[in-house]
């Protein structure tokens, strides 16, 4: 869903297209693991 809202963002477009030519490496989507300390409920 946020990808499709940038997508159509012409801000995020022009940023988009000026750094482009800056990066070395493809983009990675990176996915979040929880840590313990986020569990639901640890400090109650």
Known sequence: RHK???A??????DFWRAAQP???????????SPTSQSLVGIYS
């Open 8 to 13: 159509a963002s012409p801000a995020w477009q």
């Open 22 to 32: 800056g990066l070395t490496k493809p983009t990675e989507t990176l996915r979040l």
């Open 4 to 6: 499709a809202a940038l």
